[in-house]
């Protein structure tokens, strides 16, 4: 299952960047993370914790496509540090599964996604002018 997962993650990620621009299709796929957590959170308010289950899984995938999608040649320390990024936010969804405080612990994660999403857009407005 984790291997399927881990395929379809990647597929969607290769599929949006072929669609849109690549900075484009990263912040696309941190909103899908989010927007799977967010469900989540939600079906296991509603006690349909399979249901909740299963969207944190597809969220998790999500960012493993991203990790997995890394340049680490061209990003360097960059892709090291988003490389460390997704695995921390992976296992704090993993972990927080289940516990009595779930909702707040994925509010956190979700609220860490959008930083890093934010991020991303502010770099695709301002793109860098390489120096000569």
Same mark, same amino acid.
């Given at each position: 299952?984790q291997?399927?997962?881990?395929f379809q993650?990647?597929?969607a990620?290769r599929?949006a960047?072929v669609?849109?621009?690549?900075?484009?299709?990263v912040?696309?796929?941190i909103?899908?993370?989010i927007k #799977?957590?967010q469900?989540?959170v939600a079906?296991?308010?509603?006690?349909? #914790?399979?249901?909740?289950h299963?969207h +944190?899984?597809?969220a998790?995938a999500?960012?493993r496509?991203l990790?997995?999608?890394l340049n680490?040649d061209?990003g360097g320390?960059?892709?090291?540090?988003l490389?460390?990024?997704?695995h921390?936010?992976i +296992?704090?969804?993993?972990?927080? #599964?289940?516990?009595p405080?779930?909702?707040?612990?994925?509010?956190?994660?979700i609220?860490?996604l959008a930083?890093?999403?934010?991020a991303w857009?502010s770099?695709a407005?301002?793109?860098?002018?390489?120096?000569?």
């Amino acid at each position: 299952m984790q291997q399927q997962d881990h395929f379809q993650a990647t597929q969607a990620y290769r599929s949006a960047a072929v669609a849109v621009p690549p900075l484009r299709a990263v912040i696309m796929m941190i909103d899908g993370a989010i927007k #799977f957590l967010q469900k989540s959170v939600a079906a296991a308010e509603d006690k349909q #914790f399979e249901e909740s289950h299963n969207h +944190m899984i597809r969220a998790t995938a999500i960012l493993r496509g991203l990790s997995h999608n890394l340049n680490f040649d061209k990003g360097g320390d960059v892709a090291e540090g988003l490389h460390t990024t997704y695995h921390t936010l992976i +296992m704090a969804c993993l972990r927080s #599964f289940g516990r009595p405080n779930s909702a707040e612990c994925y509010r956190r994660i979700i609220a860490s996604l959008a930083d890093l999403r934010d991020a991303w857009i502010s770099v695709a407005l301002n793109p860098t002018k390489p120096t000569t």
